[in-house]
């Protein structure tokens, strides 16, 4: 049971380069969503994915898109890289609170560096 | 715009002693406050967690304290041992669904042996 799983771990790109953050999650979570994290800033909330199919826009949604063709994985895809997202990304998955919100279950974060 | 505001960004304590970190948020709609624990390389993982209808909850040596009215919340761990460095973050949200949690800025912990 490997939980959640981000990949890649490291990643340097050039202004203009895009890529795609795979995340998957082996707890059969409905909700899935993606985070970065700047120093002094927390973590701020990009996309999320309420299920298979759906996503929607969270607090910074701007130059990034995601997918969730499948409901262990949700990818999150930088067309055209730019040095403000610099940042360290983080996936997390959640189930559907039944009495109270159900936690956030989080991967180790993918760290990216635009150059 | 910073819907939750945490207090201090840093902060060290000699070991059993008591660690002390304060958040103040502006959304009256929000109504689940959980805290999460960072170590290094690490994604963040729930701690504890309120609801506004209680004002303290307690777990082990992390205990919650909720003031409704000034809405404000803080995390108190007792005893604190070097094993609890770390960097720790509040949230809020609202609703049982998807939680889309707005997070404090943090407070990276450390406590000295």
């Known amino acids: 049971n490997a939980g959640v799983t981000q990949t890649p771990k490291f990643r340097v790109l050039k202004t203009g380069q895009s890529m795609t953050l795979l995340c998957a999650q082996d707890m059969n979570h409905e909700y899935m969503y993606w985070y970065r994290q700047d120093p002094g800033m927390g973590l701020r909330l990009i996309h999320y994915?309420?299920?298979?199919?759906?996503?929607a826009k969270g607090e910074v949604p701007d130059g990034y898109n995601v997918s969730r063709l499948k409901k262990q994985n949700f990818l999150l895809g930088l067309e055209s890289a730019a040095p403000s997202q610099t940042s360290v990304y983080f996936c997390a998955s959640s189930y559907p609170g039944q009495g109270a919100p159900s936690p956030l279950h989080f991967g180790n974060g993918t760290r990216l560096t635009v150059t | 715009q910073q819907q939750v505001k945490q207090s201090p960004q840093s902060l060290i304590v000699q070991k059993g002693g008591i660690s002390i970190i304060n958040c103040a948020y502006e959304?009256?709609?929000?109504?689940?406050f959980p805290w999460y624990q960072q170590f290094p390389g690490k994604g963040p993982a729930l701690l504890i967690a309120i609801r506004p209808d209680v004002s303290e909850k307690k777990e082990g040596r992390f205990t919650i304290s909720f003031n409704k009215s000034a809405k404000q919340f803080s995390l108190h761990i007792m005893d604190s041992q070097p094993g609890d460095s770390a960097t720790y973050f509040c949230a809020a949200s609202m609703g049982w669904g998807a939680q889309k949690l707005v997070f404090g800025q943090g407070t990276r912990l450390t406590i000295n042996p």
């Open positions: 994915s309420v299920g298979e199919g759906t996503t």
């Open positions: 959304n009256t709609a929000f109504d689940y």
